[in-house]
């Protein structure tokens, strides 16, 4: 069964408190993505991960970091989350040039 | 960078209509071509993929590529209340592992 989740679905945080979104995917894909939407801003890309260890800046990077220690598991921190990251965060895995298989999304707020 | 541009931001049509999205991207050595659906609350989920210049039909839906006028286009024939959701673009990039999408273009289908 393919699959992508995420944890936690929903989380709020205060201004300047750490945050850590994981994603795990079953498909023993390569490349995982790190997206945020935004309403009318469409889906941005914060990091790309080409497999373990292997990571690159997306289009929106600033004030996140990512960690792929496992194919199957890709990690988002935001170190001292600010107001304006308040947003759905979507995680995706894919094989190269196919379609990106997307998980739930977790809705963070930061107050 | 690429750049992927979606028409129109927003489109109401009667159920039964044929309804037309259309997407522009800017760098004609693109090679992978996809739309998403996003239903409101949910994840992106592929709906139809076309790789090469021409037509590709499954059942209601229809992948139109132009890459000399960098232009792809989505149909659905006899649109239904249910195909009312966010569509979205994307188009990867030369290496073909990142992805950019569009905007996207709110569809409502009215009973």
């Known amino acids: 069964d393919m699959k992508v989740t995420q944890m936690p679905r929903y989380l709020i945080k205060r201004m300047g408190e750490n945050v850590l979104l994981e994603c795990g995917q079953d498909m023993s894909h390569e490349t995982m993505y790190w997206y945020r939407q935004d309403p009318g801003l469409g889906l941005q890309l914060i990091y790309i991960s080409y497999d373990v260890d292997s990571n690159s800046e997306g289009d929106i990077p600033k004030g996140y970091r990512v960690s792929r220690k496992k194919r199957e598991h890709f990690s988002l921190i935001l170190d001292s989350a600010k107001t304006n990251q308040t947003s759905v965060y979507f995680c995706?895995?894919?094989?190269?040039?196919?379609?990106?298989?997307f998980g739930p999304g977790t809705r963070l707020t930061v107050l | 960078q690429q750049n992927v541009q979606q028409s129109p931001e927003s489109l109401i049509v009667p159920e039964g209509a044929r309804t037309s999205l259309n997407c522009t991207f800017s760098d004609s050595a693109s090679q992978y071509f996809w739309w998403y659906r996003q239903h409101s609350g949910k994840a992106p989920k592929a709906l139809m993929?076309?790789?090469?210049?021409g037509e590709k039909e499954e059942g209601r839906f229809t992948i139109h590529l132009n890459k000399a006028s960098l232009h792809f286009s989505l149909h659905i024939r006899d649109s239904q209340p249910s195909d009312s959701a966010l569509y979205l673009c994307a188009v990867h990039d030369t290496n073909a592992y990142k992805v950019i999408f569009g905007k996207g273009t709110h569809l409502h289908v009215l009973p």
């Open positions: 993929s076309i790789f090469s210049n």
């Open positions: 995706a895995s894919s094989l190269r040039g196919r379609e990106q298989y």
